[in-house]
């Protein structure tokens, strides 16, 4: 049974940077889109970032672009979102996913989602 277990969250002042991971375990292959997606309060879950299988495309939401940076190392089934110059409106629960399309904005292309990592920005 495949799972993604993200991790790095937790709470940071504005203009710092955290870095997350997401880590995929029972899976015999890495030939999968990833995409990072947030969910603040009373709000949607919106994609934040996705890269292709190989890491040789990627996608960023308008929000995001030119602040974070996603990659990935499929020799130990991570991925990464590396995330600058954090705002407030950045605060919100960060999940990981695994589509088998690119670029893959939408939620209803992803099949399995992790728990999901806390962030919070602190003014």
């Known amino acids: 049974q495949v799972q993604l277990v993200e991790a790095g969250g937790g709470l940071v002042q504005v203009g710092g940077s955290l870095r997350l991971f997401c880590a995929a375990s029972g899976r015999t292959s890495s030939s999968y889109t990833m995409g990072w997606f947030r969910q603040a309060p009373v709000k949607e879950r919106d994609v934040v970032a996705t890269?292709?299988?190989?890491?040789?495309?990627?996608y960023y939401a308008d929000f995001v672009t030119g602040r974070f940076t996603i990659s990935r190392d499929n020799l130990k089934n991570t991925v990464y979102l590396q995330m600058n110059s954090l705002k407030p409106e950045d605060t919100a629960i960060y999940s990981c996913a695994d589509s088998k399309m690119f670029p893959a904005v939408a939620r209803n292309e992803y099949q399995i989602w992790g728990q999901g990592t806390q962030v919070t920005v602190s003014s």
């Open positions: 890269i292709s299988w190989n890491g040789e495309g990627t």
